[in-house]
Protein backbone atom coordinates (compact mmCIF):
# COMPACT_ATOMS: atom_id res chain seq x y z
CA UNK A 1 0.00 0.00 0.00
CA UNK A 2 2.71 2.36 1.14
CA UNK A 3 4.26 1.83 -1.95
CA UNK A 4 1.13 2.14 -4.20
CA UNK A 5 1.04 5.67 -2.31
CA UNK A 6 4.54 7.03 -3.23
CA UNK A 7 4.12 5.69 -7.15
CA UNK A 8 0.62 8.02 -7.04
CA UNK A 9 3.02 10.74 -5.34
CA UNK A 10 5.42 10.41 -7.75
CA UNK A 11 3.20 10.56 -10.80
CA UNK A 12 1.30 13.51 -9.49
CA UNK A 13 4.49 15.58 -8.82
CA UNK A 14 5.72 14.52 -12.33
CA UNK A 15 2.58 15.62 -13.60
CA UNK A 16 2.70 18.90 -12.20
CA UNK A 17 6.42 19.35 -12.65
CA UNK A 18 4.90 19.26 -16.51
CA UNK A 19 2.46 21.53 -16.29
CA UNK A 20 4.87 24.37 -14.44
CA UNK A 21 7.30 23.85 -17.40
CA UNK A 22 4.28 23.97 -19.95
CA UNK A 23 3.28 27.11 -18.31
CA UNK A 24 6.79 28.55 -18.38
CA UNK A 25 7.08 27.67 -22.15
CA UNK A 26 3.93 29.19 -23.10
CA UNK A 27 4.84 32.44 -20.85
CA UNK A 28 7.76 32.62 -22.65
CA UNK A 29 6.65 31.88 -26.35
CA UNK A 30 3.66 33.76 -26.30
CA UNK A 31 5.29 37.01 -24.64
CA UNK A 32 8.05 37.15 -26.97
CA UNK A 33 6.95 36.20 -30.08
CA UNK A 34 4.27 37.25 -32.81
CA UNK A 35 1.83 34.39 -32.25
CA UNK A 36 -1.84 34.30 -32.83
CA UNK A 37 -4.13 31.90 -31.00
CA UNK A 38 -6.75 31.36 -33.56
CA UNK A 39 -7.62 34.39 -36.06
CA UNK A 40 -8.37 37.32 -32.45
CA UNK A 41 -7.97 40.86 -32.52
CA UNK A 42 -6.62 40.35 -29.19
CA UNK A 43 -2.97 38.94 -30.12
CA UNK A 44 -2.84 41.44 -32.64
CA UNK A 45 -3.31 43.70 -30.55
CA UNK A 46 -0.51 42.36 -27.82
CA UNK A 47 1.85 42.13 -30.72
CA UNK A 48 1.98 46.17 -31.55
CA UNK A 49 5.14 47.67 -30.20
CA UNK A 50 6.98 51.11 -30.85
CA UNK A 51 4.13 52.75 -32.65
CA UNK A 52 3.26 56.32 -31.90
CA UNK A 53 -1.07 57.41 -32.87
CA UNK A 54 -3.09 60.10 -32.74
CA UNK A 55 -5.76 57.93 -31.02
CA UNK A 56 -6.93 54.91 -29.77
CA UNK A 57 -10.79 54.21 -30.36
CA UNK A 58 -11.19 51.92 -26.99
CA UNK A 59 -14.22 50.09 -26.47
CA UNK A 60 -16.61 47.06 -26.82
CA UNK A 61 -17.82 45.65 -29.84
CA UNK A 62 -19.78 48.33 -30.05
CA UNK A 63 -16.56 50.98 -30.53
CA UNK A 64 -14.99 48.22 -32.42
CA UNK A 65 -17.83 48.41 -34.99
CA UNK A 66 -19.39 52.34 -35.06
CA UNK A 67 -15.69 54.32 -36.20
CA UNK A 68 -14.29 53.70 -39.22
CA UNK A 69 -10.56 54.71 -38.84
CA UNK A 70 -9.91 54.70 -42.06
CA UNK A 71 -12.81 57.39 -42.71
CA UNK A 72 -12.29 59.59 -39.72
CA UNK A 73 -8.22 59.56 -40.23
CA UNK A 74 -9.17 61.23 -43.96
CA UNK A 75 -11.21 63.58 -42.54
CA UNK A 76 -9.66 64.97 -39.53
CA UNK A 77 -5.65 64.29 -40.94
CA UNK A 78 -5.35 61.93 -37.64
CA UNK A 79 -3.60 58.16 -37.21
CA UNK A 80 -5.36 56.61 -35.28
CA UNK A 81 -6.29 52.71 -34.82
CA UNK A 82 -8.79 50.77 -33.61
CA UNK A 83 -8.78 48.58 -29.92
CA UNK A 84 -12.45 47.90 -29.75
CA UNK A 85 -13.00 44.67 -28.49
CA UNK A 86 -15.89 42.36 -29.11
CA UNK A 87 -17.53 41.33 -25.57
CA UNK A 88 -15.12 43.42 -23.43
CA UNK A 89 -15.50 45.33 -20.39
CA UNK A 90 -14.08 48.10 -18.71
CA UNK A 91 -11.44 45.63 -16.73
CA UNK A 92 -9.96 44.08 -20.19
CA UNK A 93 -10.02 47.60 -21.62
CA UNK A 94 -8.14 49.06 -19.26
CA UNK A 95 -5.88 45.75 -19.40
CA UNK A 96 -5.64 46.65 -22.81
CA UNK A 97 -5.03 49.61 -23.29
CA UNK A 98 -2.25 49.58 -20.28
CA UNK A 99 -0.30 46.70 -22.17
CA UNK A 100 -0.67 48.84 -25.55
CA UNK A 101 1.15 51.52 -23.43
CA UNK A 102 3.74 49.17 -21.97
CA UNK A 103 4.55 48.06 -25.51
CA UNK A 104 5.94 51.28 -26.05
CA UNK A 105 3.06 52.19 -28.01
CA UNK A 106 2.13 56.50 -27.63
CA UNK A 107 -1.49 58.04 -28.01
CA UNK A 108 -2.72 61.50 -27.62
CA UNK A 109 -5.95 60.99 -27.65
CA UNK A 110 -8.36 57.73 -26.60
CA UNK A 111 -11.80 57.71 -27.61
CA UNK A 112 -13.96 55.33 -24.99
CA UNK A 113 -17.34 54.28 -25.96
CA UNK A 114 -19.35 54.51 -22.82
CA UNK A 115 -22.38 53.05 -22.57
CA UNK A 116 -25.40 51.20 -19.96
CA UNK A 117 -24.19 47.83 -21.03
CA UNK A 118 -20.38 48.48 -20.66
CA UNK A 119 -21.66 49.56 -16.83
CA UNK A 120 -23.51 46.48 -16.12
CA UNK A 121 -20.93 44.32 -18.24
CA UNK A 122 -22.21 40.93 -16.22
CA UNK A 123 -25.67 41.40 -17.31
CA UNK A 124 -24.80 42.45 -21.04
CA UNK A 125 -21.52 40.38 -22.21
CA UNK A 126 -21.23 36.51 -22.08
CA UNK A 127 -18.12 36.76 -21.19
CA UNK A 128 -17.33 40.69 -20.28
CA UNK A 129 -13.13 40.10 -19.95
CA UNK A 130 -11.16 37.19 -22.09
CA UNK A 131 -8.86 36.32 -19.59
CA UNK A 132 -7.06 33.72 -21.31
CA UNK A 133 -5.32 36.39 -23.78
CA UNK A 134 -4.05 38.25 -21.76
CA UNK A 135 -2.08 35.14 -19.68
CA UNK A 136 1.31 35.26 -20.67
CA UNK A 137 1.56 39.64 -19.17
CA UNK A 138 0.38 38.27 -15.82
CA UNK A 139 3.92 39.01 -14.26
CA UNK A 140 3.96 42.43 -16.54
CA UNK A 141 1.99 45.29 -14.68
CA UNK A 142 0.88 44.66 -10.34
CA UNK A 143 -2.08 45.91 -11.84
CA UNK A 144 -2.73 43.71 -14.58
CA UNK A 145 -2.03 40.43 -12.32
CA UNK A 146 -4.31 42.32 -10.02
CA UNK A 147 -6.87 41.84 -12.65
CA UNK A 148 -6.33 38.96 -13.70
CA UNK A 149 -6.30 37.16 -10.38
CA UNK A 150 -9.74 38.55 -9.84
CA UNK A 151 -11.03 36.80 -13.17
CA UNK A 152 -8.99 33.59 -12.03
CA UNK A 153 -9.26 32.96 -8.45
CA UNK A 154 -7.41 29.95 -8.30
CA UNK A 155 -4.27 31.69 -9.01
CA UNK A 156 -5.01 34.55 -6.31
CA UNK A 157 -2.70 35.12 -3.14
CA UNK A 158 -0.81 32.34 -4.88
CA UNK A 159 2.73 31.39 -4.88
CA UNK A 160 4.79 32.96 -7.80
CA UNK A 161 4.56 29.88 -9.80
CA UNK A 162 0.97 28.73 -9.60
CA UNK A 163 -0.25 31.66 -12.37
CA UNK A 164 1.78 29.01 -15.00
CA UNK A 165 -0.96 26.42 -14.17
CA UNK A 166 -3.73 28.80 -15.64
CA UNK A 167 -1.82 27.35 -19.33
CA UNK A 168 -3.76 24.27 -17.86
CA UNK A 169 -7.25 25.73 -17.22
CA UNK A 170 -7.39 27.52 -20.27
CA UNK A 171 -5.83 24.56 -22.28
CA UNK A 172 -8.16 24.74 -25.04
CA UNK A 173 -6.33 27.77 -26.06
CA UNK A 174 -2.94 26.87 -25.10
CA UNK A 175 -2.48 22.98 -26.08
CA UNK A 176 0.11 21.89 -28.00
CA UNK A 177 -1.80 21.60 -31.54
CA UNK A 178 -2.83 25.54 -30.69
CA UNK A 179 0.94 26.13 -29.71
CA UNK A 180 1.94 24.93 -33.09
CA UNK A 181 -1.17 26.39 -34.86
CA UNK A 182 0.21 29.46 -34.35
CA UNK A 183 3.31 29.76 -35.67
CA UNK A 184 2.06 28.07 -39.02
CA UNK A 185 -0.98 30.12 -39.02
CA UNK A 186 1.19 33.41 -38.12
CA UNK A 187 2.23 34.39 -41.99
CA UNK A 188 -1.45 33.97 -43.10
CA UNK A 189 -3.02 35.52 -39.92
CA UNK A 190 -3.53 38.92 -41.78
CA UNK A 191 -5.00 37.51 -44.80
CA UNK A 192 -7.72 35.81 -43.24
CA UNK A 193 -8.45 38.66 -40.78
CA UNK A 194 -11.92 39.74 -39.56
CA UNK A 195 -10.35 43.67 -39.67
CA UNK A 196 -7.37 45.79 -41.41
CA UNK A 197 -4.18 44.41 -39.79
CA UNK A 198 -2.66 47.73 -39.81
CA UNK A 199 -4.99 50.54 -37.79
CA UNK A 200 -7.49 47.12 -36.49
CA UNK A 201 -10.63 48.87 -38.70
CA UNK A 202 -13.45 46.58 -38.99
CA UNK A 203 -13.98 45.10 -42.53
CA UNK A 204 -16.90 46.25 -44.65
CA UNK A 205 -18.05 41.80 -44.73
CA UNK A 206 -17.83 41.58 -41.13
CA UNK A 207 -20.52 44.31 -40.93
CA UNK A 208 -23.57 42.58 -42.74
CA UNK A 209 -25.91 40.59 -40.90
CA UNK A 210 -28.49 38.41 -41.76
CA UNK A 211 -30.44 38.44 -38.37
CA UNK A 212 -33.84 39.84 -37.97
CA UNK A 213 -33.65 43.60 -35.98
CA UNK A 214 -35.01 43.65 -33.01
CA UNK A 215 -37.52 47.08 -33.39
CA UNK A 216 -38.94 48.90 -30.61
CA UNK A 217 -36.64 46.79 -27.95
CA UNK A 218 -38.10 48.61 -25.04
CA UNK A 219 -35.97 50.14 -22.14
CA UNK A 220 -32.65 48.70 -20.43
CA UNK A 221 -33.37 48.71 -17.14
CA UNK A 222 -30.09 50.48 -15.30
CA UNK A 223 -27.84 49.08 -12.79
CA UNK A 224 -24.88 50.54 -12.21
CA UNK A 225 -22.20 48.01 -11.72
CA UNK A 226 -19.46 49.15 -9.20
CA UNK A 227 -16.92 46.88 -10.55
CA UNK A 228 -17.66 48.27 -14.17
CA UNK A 229 -17.46 52.25 -12.61
CA UNK A 230 -13.72 51.13 -10.89
CA UNK A 231 -12.38 50.29 -14.05
CA UNK A 232 -13.84 53.48 -16.02
CA UNK A 233 -12.21 55.34 -13.63
CA UNK A 234 -9.65 53.54 -14.13
CA UNK A 235 -8.54 54.01 -17.23
CA UNK A 236 -9.39 57.59 -17.09
CA UNK A 237 -6.56 57.37 -14.21
CA UNK A 238 -4.45 55.37 -16.72
CA UNK A 239 -4.93 58.01 -19.37
CA UNK A 240 -4.18 60.67 -16.84
CA UNK A 241 -0.76 59.73 -15.91
CA UNK A 242 0.32 59.82 -19.33
CA UNK A 243 -0.85 63.26 -20.42
CA UNK A 244 -3.65 61.44 -22.91
CA UNK A 245 -6.77 62.95 -23.28
CA UNK A 246 -10.05 61.39 -23.01
CA UNK A 247 -12.87 61.84 -25.15
CA UNK A 248 -15.90 59.75 -24.51
CA UNK A 249 -18.73 58.58 -27.25
CA UNK A 250 -22.18 56.70 -27.07
CA UNK A 251 -22.11 54.40 -30.25
CA UNK A 252 -25.88 54.78 -31.80
CA UNK A 253 -28.43 51.94 -30.39
CA UNK A 254 -32.47 51.30 -31.38
CA UNK A 255 -33.17 50.80 -28.23
CA UNK A 256 -34.31 53.54 -26.04
CA UNK A 257 -31.54 54.48 -22.78
CA UNK A 258 -33.81 55.25 -19.73
CA UNK A 259 -33.15 58.71 -17.57
CA UNK A 260 -31.24 56.74 -14.67
CA UNK A 261 -28.54 55.81 -17.20
CA UNK A 262 -28.94 59.19 -18.53
CA UNK A 263 -28.95 61.01 -15.16
CA UNK A 264 -25.82 59.01 -14.53
CA UNK A 265 -24.04 59.58 -17.19
CA UNK A 266 -24.11 63.57 -16.23
CA UNK A 267 -21.96 62.19 -13.22
CA UNK A 268 -19.42 60.06 -14.88
CA UNK A 269 -18.39 61.48 -18.82
CA UNK A 270 -15.15 62.75 -19.06
CA UNK A 271 -14.78 66.52 -19.80
CA UNK A 272 -15.85 66.11 -23.46
CA UNK A 273 -18.29 63.66 -24.72
CA UNK A 274 -20.13 63.43 -27.81
CA UNK A 275 -23.72 61.84 -28.44
CA UNK A 276 -25.02 61.51 -31.55
CA UNK A 277 -27.96 64.11 -32.62
CA UNK A 278 -29.37 62.44 -35.12
CA UNK A 279 -32.09 60.19 -34.82
CA UNK A 280 -31.04 56.78 -34.85
CA UNK A 281 -34.60 55.50 -33.57
CA UNK A 282 -36.07 55.88 -36.79
CA UNK A 283 -33.35 54.56 -39.00
CA UNK A 284 -33.15 50.71 -38.96
CA UNK A 285 -31.73 50.60 -42.16
CA UNK A 286 -28.41 51.71 -40.29
CA UNK A 287 -28.24 48.87 -38.33
CA UNK A 288 -27.47 45.11 -37.89
CA UNK A 289 -29.08 44.42 -35.11
CA UNK A 290 -30.59 46.93 -32.39
CA UNK A 291 -27.30 47.96 -30.62
CA UNK A 292 -24.78 47.45 -33.27
CA UNK A 293 -24.33 49.61 -36.17
CA UNK A 294 -23.65 48.33 -39.69
CA UNK A 295 -21.14 49.84 -42.27
CA UNK A 296 -23.45 52.44 -43.74
CA UNK A 297 -24.73 53.60 -40.31
CA UNK A 298 -20.88 53.43 -39.14
CA UNK A 299 -20.06 55.79 -41.90
CA UNK A 300 -22.57 57.95 -41.01
CA UNK A 301 -21.84 58.25 -37.22
CA UNK A 302 -18.34 58.46 -38.02
CA UNK A 303 -18.62 61.90 -40.15
CA UNK A 304 -20.42 63.21 -37.53
CA UNK A 305 -18.58 62.38 -35.04
CA UNK A 306 -15.57 64.16 -37.33
CA UNK A 307 -17.21 67.25 -37.44
CA UNK A 308 -17.78 67.43 -33.17
CA UNK A 309 -14.05 66.91 -33.38
CA UNK A 310 -13.35 69.06 -35.50
CA UNK A 311 -15.77 72.09 -34.21
Known sequence: MKHFLKKIFAYLLIFICFLLVYGVVCDLLYKNKNMFLG??????QLSIKNTDYDYAVIGSSRA??????????????????????????????????????????????????????????????????YAYAYLPYWD???TIKDVLHEEIPLIKDSPFYIPYLGYFIYNNYYSPFQIINSFLKYDTFCENSEFNCINGNKLEKQSIS????????????????????????QILELAAENNIQIITFTAPTLENLDNDFENFLQNIKSDIYFKSGMDWMSQEKYFINHTHINFEGRKVFTTEFANFLLR
Open 39 to 44: NTKRYW
Open 64 to 129: YGSIDVNLLDSLTDQNGINLGLDGSGFNENYVSVKLFLLNKNKLDKIYLQIDPYSFMSKESFSNSF
Open 140 to 142: SDE
Open 210 to 233: NQPIITNAGILNFTMNKRDNYYYN
